[in-house]
């Protein structure tokens, strides 16, 4: 299939003109060594890989010589071969030069065990999320819509926005099933857990009882959107505290979850307060939850709140540096899905999965904005084709716009 330019190209390409090292990272099956070796920006530099065995042999018997080159090298799966950073951040303290080494891995690199050099002041990070709407539509030439509202609140001559169908959510933005490019995305969702199983927790953790961390890891995909407790979900996986806190990091480092910080006035708090967790791609979240239809299904909601995550979170990644994704909980009685912060402004965003709405739905819009001055623009994202403002810094916006 023809080549899909990537949203976060961009940034990395301006990364590459001031750093010295360029670290991408992300979940298998993301596309970034699809990435690396056809994006337009990224042409001209040497590739290799560490799934290629003589290029891994060489990098471990000689890591010096393999990184002493003038040449840009693009180096994928550099977690595999440790001695490689080392001899990278000898390379890069003897001749700093922008754009000299682009590294990928599906792991994060500054939480591996047995990976002492993290590339801290030398490197700098991204992660490659799965294939967000944008990149699906091709839209990428255009700034993120919520970029451009953030900065004008206007909505004047948008045009009508498709829904987001049940499909969308169920394939998720991994390439290979978002793509159309596997016929059966059961099958391939099915094959993806057993290789992430059977082989990359294998690689990243000593687990004698993959059973049991099988069934956290259904267990964290039935409770993706909500509050992460893991004295909670551990006692329903019937594992201890400790054991649950390793495996969830081993999901952590494989970008298989992410946590997102609440919002919160104190800037303190935001870190030691519960996170909300969500599994990195909607389509895998429903294979792992069961679910192969979201019709009357108890789940749905979550699974589109999981989709909108998924594609906040790569926007805000590759094209609105500068901003923070979090949530907005008051004990309970007002919840806002996601505030999107930049410098010293915010909006606030609640989703809507249907296509219509009620009065009670804006309830926790109205508190955010009433208890957060600074909060320039508040969004009830809905399923629906049509922009309207509803009054005075409230709006209800297709999620189709919101996500393009």
Known sequence: MTYIERDIAVAIAEALSEMSVVVVTGMRQTGKSTFLQNQPELKGRRYVTFDD????????????????????LTIDEAQKCPEILIAIKKRVDKKRRPGQFLLSGSANFALLKGISESLAGRA?????????????????????????????????????????????????????????????RGIWFKGYEQTYLERDVRELSQITNIISFR??????????????SPSAIGRDAKLTTATTSRYLSLLEISFIINRMPPYLRNRASRI????????????????????????????RGAMFETYAAQNLSAIINARWG???????????????????????KCIAVELKAAAR????????LRAFLSSTPHCIAAVLAYNGTDPVRLKDRIWAIPVGTVLS
């Open 322 to 344: 500068d901003a923070q994704l979090y949530f907005w909980n008051v004990q309970g009685r007002h919840e806002v899905d996601f505030i999107i912060e930049s410098g010293n």
């Open 53 to 72: 065995f003589a290029q891994i042999e060489a990098a471990k018997a000689d890591p010096d010589g393999f990184v002493n080159t003038d040449e840009p």
């Open 272 to 299: 030691i307060k519960s996170p909300k967790m969500y599994i990195s791609d909607s389509g895998l979240a429903c294979h792992l939850a069961g679910i192969k239809s979201l019709e009357d299904e108890p789940f």
């Open 124 to 184: 700098v990070y991204f992660t490659l999320h799965p294939m967000s709407l944008r990149e699906i539509n091709k839209q990428i030439s255009e700034e993120p819509f919520l970029y451009k509202f953030f900065k004008s609140q206007n909505v004047s001559g948008i045009k009508k926005s498709r829904t987001i169908k049940a499909d969308d959510i169920l394939n998720g933005g991994m390439p290979s099933v978002c793509l159309e490019e596997v016929k059966n």
């Open 215 to 228: 069934h956290l890891l259904h267990l964290a995909a039935l409770r993706t959107g909500q509050l992460l």
């Open 357 to 364: 709405w009620t009065d009670k739905d804006l309830s926790g």
